[in-house]
């Protein structure tokens, strides 16, 4: 469970839009801007968006299927799979190879909806701070 884990977080610490990013098992929490807080939740074939008001509670919910993201994959017997986050008694794999092009599929879309709930200003200075040349939308 530790390697998948410590994959999912170097990423999202690296990479998502939000500051402070805390996790709880498979799930992340970080201030996006303001008042605003990003809830991501992964598990099995779809990652949950949640953007949390500290006031008000929930302003926006989104669910990402991780296939719709980085299309389907072949497991270790050829096999066609949709990409899973498989956690049993407390071990937890990927049904099928997870490489760095996938994270940053992934992340990229999470950013891409993060994005919505920031100002202007510290969107743009996101994409300086990260590169982000194009708009992503899915």
Request: proline share 1%; net charge negative; aromatic share 10%.
């Amino acid at each position: 469970m530790r390697k998948v884990i410590n994959e999912i977080r170097e990423v999202f610490e690296r990479d998502l839009l939000m500051k402070n990013i805390h996790f709880i098992g498979f799930t992340c929490m970080g201030r996006i801007e303001g008042d605003l807080l990003g809830k991501i939740a992964l598990g099995g074939t779809a990652i949950r968006v949640s953007i949390l008001d500290r006031t008000s509670g929930l302003v926006d919910e989104m669910k990402f299927y991780i296939s719709d993201v980085i299309g389907g994959s072949v497991d270790e017997y050829g096999k066609y799979v949709q990409p899973s986050l498989e956690n049993i008694d407390g071990s937890s794999w990927w049904n099928c190879k997870m490489e760095e092009q996938n994270y940053q599929l992934i992340t990229d879309a999470l950013n891409g909806y993060l994005e919505m709930f920031q100002s202007e200003v510290q969107t743009q200075e996101a994409k300086q701070r990260f590169g982000m040349a194009r708009d992503i939308i899915y």
